[in-house]
Each structure stands twice: as C-alpha cells, then as structure tokens.
C-alpha cells in the first residue's frame, strides 16, 4: 500500500549572513506497508521518526527538500496528491492533545472530522457517538473540552479522530509514553483492531516494549536511516542483522540494561561511510568508505555488511 | 536520612486527599523504587519530598533539620517532560550552569556535545534536553535524587547510558535515590527488591 524507497530529506538553514548550511536529516530510508498490518518505526529522538510522518502528510517546512519515491496505492506522492489524501485517506493520530483545539469541545471536534470527509451533520453526530461508545467514552465526554480529559480518554479521542476517517492509512505517533502499562495495553490493542479491518498503520515509538506488543513488523532507525526491517519474532529469537539493533535489545531494563556508549551523528556533519561506524564493534576500513546498501538476509533488510556473520 | 513523617496533603481544601498518611525514609545511598497507577499521588509525594509542595500535615525533615527554603536544595526532583524546568529563554550553557559548573566528565558520559551550548531549549530534542537537566543536578550539593519517570520518554539505549551514569554518581557520592517509574523491569534492575507500593 505505502512503499518509501531511498527516501532523503535535507533542510537549507541559513548559518551567519547569507552562507547557507545543509542539514541532511533522512539518508536513504526505506519502508513499506501492507494492508492489514502494524509497522513499528522504532529509534531514537532525532532519529528522523516524527519526520517521516511529516514527509508522508505532506507537512514539511518549505526549507526542505525531499528526494527518493514514495507509492501510495500504486501512485507516486506528490504535495498535491498528499494534500488531497491527509486526513481523509491518510490520517494522523497525534501525539497529545496539544494537537487538538483547545476552545472546541472534544464533541464537536470529532464530528467536524466526519463532516470535512463527507457526511451530513446529523450522520456524522451519530458516526461521532458511535465511535465513542465503541472506545467506552461516556456520553458526557463530548461535551468536555480537551484539558478535562485524562490521559487514558484523551488518548480515545485521539484515535477516535482518525476512525471517523476512511483512511487506508493510520499514523499513529508516539501514543504510549507516560501512560500506565493498563492504558497502553489498551491504546495498542486499538491500534492492532484497525488494522484487523484491512487499515495499514504505522506506529511510531521509541518504545521497543510497546512496539513488539502490537506489531507484525519493526523498522529501526537510526541517524535518519532504516538499519533493520525485522520480524517481531526475530527479537526474542535472537534473529536480529544489524549490531544497533542487536544493542538496541540488550539495553532494555529486562535483558542486560548494558548501553553502547556515544551518540548519533550530527545531521551538520554525517560520515561519509556507515552512519553507526564510530560506535559499532564490527566496524571495518570498508565500513568507513561507503554507506551500506540495503540487503535481505535471514527474511529481513539491514543495512550492514558483516550482518551475514 | 531524608525522613517523611505522617504527611497528608490535598490541593484544595474541599478536594480529596492525594497523599494520605505517609511515612517513608531514604537513606544516603539507597535506591528505592515507588509503583502504583496513574492517580495515586506519586507525583505529588515526590514534589513534597523535594520541597515543591508543602505537606498539609506531616514534615519533611533532612538529617533532622526541616529543608532549606532558600539557595540550593539538596533533594533535586527530576522530571519526565524537561521542557517546563528549564527557562525557555536561557542558552543551555547557562542553564547547566544555574546552581552548580558541572564536571566535563558528566557531560561527556551524558553524551552532551559542545555544540548545544549555545542553543536555546526548544533547538533541542526531549531526550538531549533530558541530559541536561540530570547534568545540571549531578554536582556534589545534591544528597538525594527523586527520578519521577526520569527516562519514561528515552529509548532503551539512552535510558540505560543515563542510569549506568546516575548510579555511578550515586555511589560515589552516597547520594539517596527514589526512583518513581511504571517500568517494572526497569524498577527491578535499579533497585534490588526495594520497591514500595504507593
């Protein structure tokens, strides 16, 4: 359904006068998604998750300039194709409820959603109100605006505002952190439920916990690359490529909680080979000369040339 | 020893009690993990231990002394959101440097860059921010530490760097730790057993 291939973004800053500075902030990025599945982004902040999303809706800065394909249905994504999809056929669901308008009750919020993709106002009041009792929303909840919300029903009306929508595809952007394990067992479950109607979703998250609860498939990213597309499986199976991903893993406070030591590159200057070659292990001369391509090993993509040891 | 006795407390008056009747103790050097679900006034125990908020009934005493209400607070509380503690119109260079110059080697092993110093908070992301604001309480002036979801919003690998770098301080020196977090595991490998409901 959503195929991104070699997909780059670079920012043009002005730096002091009129010298201008190049940031490159996605190298190289690939994803795909299919109908009826659950991709996790996992990574990093800075990372270049939340900007993927942004290069998805059509939503980046004009500094910005974007270079590489992404298929939508078959068909390229261009500004104006992603401005007539966003929020009908592609739809967001926001991080908080920041997002939302803060002087409009929830209520009228959610159903105005329905009326930008077509409906008449009673059809989509009823829409509104069905979709709020399937996520347990009491009656009342319509009438509150965003700040009387708690968390776990905030999270609710987020999501609710991306299934008034007939959008194929769903983003769902950082929805856990902060939440008690009780509500994002619940956020997740929502989430695996649209796609079990044939919707794709994308979840972004630095949360490889939450992440492998829900998703069929995990990309990883690092420094504005996909190192690793795996399987969910192949994390407890010990069946990951890429040495980021692999020390990813033995981070978590259940397995080693053993971290590598460094940072991500600085988007100013990236090297000119591997962008994890100053904290990797394995790393090599030939590592250092040039980025790896992306190669299928073991039934999963990764970008590194020892992954096949 | 930082000592909390009998302490209540409620925002209002008319409101309900968020904190009833606790009584709790850290001792120089020791990490105790708190748990409980979203509303049951962690947050609120810790901003009482810190001296953010005052008990309604009960005190708070360090060392047998009430904490001070001026200068440098020996029980630092460290956030999940960094936004709202640092000031959004200082450098970072002069937020790290509000109560204390830290070591360059803390800001090394954070993993600050030299590059940030002169950014503003919003040039940075959560998690770099996040750095600073444990770097700005890593100096020898802090006695005991309240992490109120300190890394909930990291991922694994820098919430690990972060805590292999906080514990390392706590060690030397002697530094009391209460650690408030909904991650389990992550309760499980700081603390050693030492985990009190709320």
Redesign the interface.
């Known amino acids: 359904m959503l195929t991104i291939s070699n997909l780059s973004v670079t920012f043009t800053q002005y730096d002091q006068g009129l010298r201008r500075k190049q940031l490159t902030v996605i190298t190289d990025l690939d994803l795909t998604v299919q109908p009826g599945e659950v991709v996790a982004v ?5 990372s270049g998750k939340s900007l993927l999303a942004h290069a998805i809706l059509g939503i980046l800065p004009d500094n910005a300039q974007v270079s590489g394909t992404m298929e939508f249905h078959g068909e390229r994504l261009t500004p104006k194709r992603c401005k007539a999809l966003r929020g009908k056929d592609i739809a967001l669901i926001p991080q908080s409820i920041g997002y939302l308008d803060p002087l409009m009750t929830v209520g009228r919020q959610v159903q105005r959603v329905g009326q930008l993709n077509g409906l008449s106002a009673p059809a989509a009041r009823r829409l509104r109100d069905r979709t709020f009792t399937r996520y347990d929303l009491p009656p009342t909840a319509s009438r509150h605006y965003p700040f009387q919300l ?3 029903m905030a999270r609710r009306v987020l999501v609710s505002t991306a299934v008034m929508t007939q959008a194929h595809l769903l983003i769902a952007d950082e929805p856990t ?7 994002v067992t619940e956020t997740l479950n929502h989430l695996r439920e649209l796609a079990q109607e044939g919707r794709g979703v994308i979840l972004i998250t ?3 916990e939450a992440a492998l609860q829900v998703a069929d498939r995990v990309a990883v990213f690092y420094a504005g690359t996909t190192v690793e597309i795996a399987d969910v499986q192949d994390f407890a199976g010990g069946n990951l490529r890429h040495p980021y991903t692999q ?3 033995r ?4 397995n080693d ?7 991500q590159p ?1 988007p ?1 200057n990236l090297p000119r080979g591997c962008l994890y070659g100053d904290r990797c292990s394995w790393v090599t001369e030939a590592c250092r000369e040039a980025r790896p391509p992306s190669q299928f090993i073991r039934q999963g993509w990764v970008r590194c040339i020892h992954a096949e040891r | 020893m930082l000592n909390g006795e009998g302490l209540w407390f409620r925002y209002g008056a008319k409101l309900p009690w968020v904190v009833r009747d606790r009584t709790l103790s850290i001792a120089p050097g020791e990490v105790i993990g708190l748990m409980a679900p979203s509303g049951h006034g962690k947050t609120t125990l810790g901003k009482l231990l810190a001296g953010y908020l005052t008990p309604t009934q009960g005190q708070i005493t360090l060392d047998d002394q009430l904490l001070p209400s001026q200068g440098y607070c020996p029980v630092q509380l460290v956030f999940q959101n960094p936004e709202l503690s640092v000031n959004p119109r200082w450098r970072i260079d002069q937020i790290l440097r509000e109560g204390y110059v830290p070591r360059p080697h803390y800001l090394k092993a954070l993993g600050i860059h030299p590059g940030w110093m002169t950014r503003y908070p919003h040039e940075l992301s959560g998690g770099e921010l996040q750095r600073v604001a444990i770097a700005r309480i890593l100096n020898p002036n802090t006695r005991y530490l309240i992490a109120d979801e300190m890394t909930a919003m990291l991922d694994a690998n820098t919430q690990a760097l972060i805590w292999q770098v906080v514990l390392d301080f706590a060690r030397d020196h002697n530094m009391g730790l209460m650690v408030i977090s909904h991650d389990k595991s992550l309760l499980g490998q700081l603390c050693q057993g030492q985990v009190i409901p709320c």
């Open positions: 996992v990574g990093a902040s800075g708690s968390g776990g952190p902060g939440l008690h394990p009780d509500v630095h949360d490889i020390a990813l893993w981070s978590l406070p259940q909680f053993v971290p590598v030591p460094g940072n600085s100013e």
